[in-house]
């Protein structure tokens, strides 16, 4: 009945238990304080939240600190931050076209710089355009030309939590506020992007606007599954001391002293016993779980409780959950479907910022002395799409030779239609 363990004095087990309990209670006090933790965090004032920018804040305090959030997020970014480049629009004169297409090539090096001062490269920029449209819902900034006005020196965005509507006035319009004054931003060398923007929100909204209080869930999901398997993947142990029988003569303060004697002996080896201790009892001792009947019961409660607020979150951000790599078992053709719907909004993101880019290429050109225009193009081809593409472009080119044959179209419209499949 004796349980025999590793015996330590009274006053170690003592200064043990009592420096237990200063470090359950220190943990205890700062898991029971998340929201001051975040407001330390994202240092907010009563300002922020009347004007709008504790939202932005919000938006990337989620980004930056909760593991899905920021998957989709980056996923999103990648997607959009396809490679792309400048084309000179107009063919009618090979040279100068030459020379500006050069010009347009330099101008991608140098559109934006890094905090050291050093340019940085369009890929670079384009992917801090996406995180600001997708995080934030709004991407802005200044087009400065160098003194000489011969060309672009950069494009310097801004921070969008500065950026408010001036509603006071009859007509409503942007100001960018600033540590000393107020700008108005009906200017000609000021750019904003905003994510589908409304009329009741003109500034644009975040993707992750819906999903602010699913995140809380999520986050505070993962939070029990922390407290409760932290006994070797157990909800919680419940150890059960049979007492031992009485003996002949034994009075009732003697008894009782000894069974009290027992149980905290017990009590004292299991707390103080190591991961890789084992503890020797006689077998008047029983071990068991608090929880959902049998291991895998408890472990599959917690995956389909987590697994709906990971599709909650991927839901709430236009996302399927197996562009995260979360794997549900869809079969090919679905998870193709569903990446074509995703491109698709990818492809009209992209139109914008393609608007926004072309407009800094056409003044490019301008400074310089081009009297011509460009468009910029996004890269959207993967190459497992190559051999499908390639069967549609074989069965139009079919069907425009059978037309030629049949007497449908002449000889010009179907080389036409041909070239426009190159």
Same mark, same amino acid.
């Given at each position: 009945?004796?349980?025999?363990?590793?015996?330590r004095?009274?006053s170690a087990?003592?200064s043990?238990?009592?420096?237990?309990?200063?470090?359950?209670k220190?943990?205890?006090?700062?898991?029971?304080k998340p929201s =001051?933790q975040?407001?330390a965090l994202?240092?907010w004032?009563? *300002?922020?939240?009347q004007?709008?920018?504790?939202?932005t804040?919000?938006?990337?305090?989620l980004?930056?600190n &909760?593991?899905?959030?920021?998957?989709?997020?980056?996923?999103?970014?990648?997607l959009?931050?396809s490679?792309g480049?400048? &084309?000179?629009?107009?063919?009618?004169n090979g040279?100068?076209n030459?020379?500006?297409?050069?010009?347009l090539d330099?101008?991608s090096?140098?559109?934006?710089?890094?905090?050291?001062?050093?340019?940085?490269?369009?890929?670079?920029?384009?992917?801090?355009?996406?995180y600001?449209l997708?995080?934030?819902?709004?991407f802005?900034?200044?087009l400065?030309?160098?003194?000489?006005?011969s060309g672009?020196d950069?494009?310097?965005?801004?921070?969008?939590?500065d950026i408010?509507?001036e509603s %006071?006035? *009859?007509s409503?319009?942007l100001?960018?506020e600033?540590?000393?004054?107020?700008?108005?931003?009906?200017r000609k060398?000021?750019?904003y992007i905003?994510l *589908?923007?409304?009329?009741?929100r003109p500034?644009g909204r975040s993707?992750l606007q819906?999903?602010a209080?699913v995140?809380?869930? %999520?986050q505070?999901l993962i *939070?029990?599954?922390q407290k409760?398997?932290?006994?070797a993947?157990?909800?919680r142990?419940?150890i059960k &001391?049979?007492?031992?029988i009485?003996?002949? =003569?034994e009075?009732?303060?003697a008894?009782?002293?000894?069974?009290?004697?027992y149980?905290?002996?017990?009590?004292?080896? &299991?707390k103080?016993?190591e991961v %890789?201790?084992?503890p020797?009892?006689w077998?008047?001792i029983?071990i068991?779980h608090? =929880?959902?009947?049998?291991?895998?019961?408890?472990?599959?409660?917690w995956f389909?409780n987590?697994?709906?607020?990971i599709?909650?979150?991927c839901?709430?951000t236009n996302?399927?959950?197996f562009?995260?790599?979360?794997?549900?078992?869809a079969?090919?053709?679905?998870?193709?479907f569903k990446?074509d719907l995703?491109?698709?909004q990818v492809r009209?993101?992209q139109s914008e910022?393609?608007q926004f880019?072309?407009?800094? =290429?056409?003044?490019?050109?301008a400074?310089?002395?081009?009297?011509?225009?460009c468009?910029?193009e996004?890269?959207?081809?993967?190459?497992?799409?190559?051999?499908d %593409?390639?069967?549609?472009?074989?069965?139009?080119?079919d069907n425009?030779l059978k037309?030629y044959q049949?007497g449908?179209?002449?000889e010009?419209?179907?080389?036409a239609?041909?070239?426009?499949?190159?």
């Amino acid at each position: 009945m004796w349980p025999f363990g590793k015996s330590r004095s009274k006053s170690a087990l003592e200064s043990q238990k009592k420096s237990q309990t200063e470090t359950v209670k220190s943990f205890g006090k700062q898991s029971l304080k998340p929201s =001051g933790q975040i407001n330390a965090l994202l240092d907010w004032s009563q *300002n922020d939240v009347q004007t709008g920018r504790f939202k932005t804040m919000l938006y990337r305090f989620l980004t930056d600190n &909760i593991p899905t959030v920021h998957s989709c997020i980056w996923t999103w970014v990648r997607l959009s931050a396809s490679p792309g480049r400048f &084309i000179v629009s107009d063919d009618s004169n090979g040279i100068g076209n030459s020379r500006a297409q050069r010009i347009l090539d330099e101008l991608s090096q140098r559109l934006s710089f890094g905090a050291s001062g050093n340019p940085l490269a369009l890929t670079t920029f384009l992917t801090d355009l996406y995180y600001s449209l997708y995080r934030d819902g709004l991407f802005a900034g200044f087009l400065t030309v160098n003194q000489d006005a011969s060309g672009i020196d950069r494009f310097i965005p801004v921070y969008p939590a500065d950026i408010r509507l001036e509603s %006071e006035s *009859n007509s409503r319009k942007l100001i960018l506020e600033t540590a000393d004054k107020c700008v108005d931003l009906d200017r000609k060398d000021f750019y904003y992007i905003p994510l *589908n923007a409304g009329v009741q929100r003109p500034l644009g909204r975040s993707i992750l606007q819906s999903i602010a209080f699913v995140s809380a869930v %999520e986050q505070q999901l993962i *939070n029990d599954m922390q407290k409760s398997v932290h006994n070797a993947g157990y909800n919680r142990l419940h150890i059960k &001391i049979s007492p031992p029988i009485r003996s002949a =003569g034994e009075s009732d303060t003697a008894y009782i002293t000894r069974i009290n004697s027992y149980f905290d002996s017990t009590v004292s080896l &299991i707390k103080t016993l190591e991961v %890789e201790d084992n503890p020797v009892t006689w077998d008047n001792i029983a071990i068991e779980h608090i =929880g959902p009947d049998g291991s895998r019961a408890a472990g599959n409660s917690w995956f389909f409780n987590h697994r709906a607020m990971i599709e909650e979150i991927c839901a709430g951000t236009n996302l399927a959950p197996f562009l995260l790599g979360y794997s549900y078992g869809a079969t090919t053709t679905w998870s193709s479907f569903k990446f074509d719907l995703v491109m698709r909004q990818v492809r009209s993101i992209q139109s914008e910022v393609a608007q926004f880019l072309e407009w800094i =290429g056409n003044i490019e050109l301008a400074l310089s002395g081009f009297d011509t225009r460009c468009r910029f193009e996004f890269e959207n081809n993967f190459s497992y799409q190559a051999s499908d %593409e390639a069967t549609i472009k074989s069965g139009q080119i079919d069907n425009i030779l059978k037309m030629y044959q049949a007497g449908l179209i002449d000889e010009k419209t179907a080389r036409a239609k041909a070239g426009e499949l190159l």
